[in-house]
């Protein structure tokens, strides 16, 4: 168990495509698991994706409760999920704020897919097949962006609305993510 470093963006591995889970039962993937679990709580973030570690598997992690930093999210169900499919059950889109623990200290409205469909397996590699909306779509879709070597700010289609969370909500106390 162990709370690991956070690549922020700039770092290369961030940009590259991970790989698809082939051993479900090694003790490096239960390892990987157990130490973006750590992270993830230790930092208080609504997800992260291996990748964000310097793992480069096709593995993340959400899930949110009462988070100070989401006041209006509804809750999402603690997950992992390997090797995700996702397929969007409509066209319609929705901008929202999000963040990014490899991003720190920073907002942005991105678009996202306002209801999907995601397909993979948990650490068990027991198939795992929902459809979702709202919050948990946002949410999925960020984390398996990171997957593709996608960061939020390069879906963001008005830079106007990008910058530092302290600046854009003055006296909310918004941590990083
Ligand atoms: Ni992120």
Redesign the pocket.
């Known amino acids: 168990m162990a709370v690991r470093e956070v690549l922020k963006m700039g770092d290369p591995r961030l940009l590259e495509p991970a790989r698809p889970v082939a051993d479900f039962a090694s003790a490096e993937l239960a390892l990987l698991i157990t130490d973006m679990h750590d992270t993830m709580r230790a930092l208080n973030?609504a997800?992260?994706?291996a990748p964000?570690i310097g793992a480069g598997l096709q593995v993340v992690i959400f899930g949110i409760d009462a988070n100070p930093r989401y006041p209006d999210a509804e809750a999402v169900p603690f997950t992992v999920l390997v090797n995700p499919v996702l397929t969007p059950l409509s066209d319609a889109l929705e901008e929202a704020w999000?963040?990014?623990?490899?991003?720190p200290g920073m907002r942005g409205v991105v678009p996202r897919h306002v209801a999907l469909r995601y397909q993979g397996f948990d650490a068990a590699g027991q198939p795992i097949d929902r459809s979702v909306g709202g919050f948990h779509a946002r949410v999925v879709q960020?984390?398996v962006?990171?997957l593709h070597g996608i960061?939020?700010p390069m879906r963001i289609r008005d830079l106007r609305h990008f910058g530092f969370t302290d600046t854009l909500f003055p006296g909310q106390a918004l941590q990083d993510?």
């Open positions: 973030g997800g992260l994706a964000q999000e963040g990014c623990l490899s991003v960020h984390e962006d990171h960061l939020y993510d």
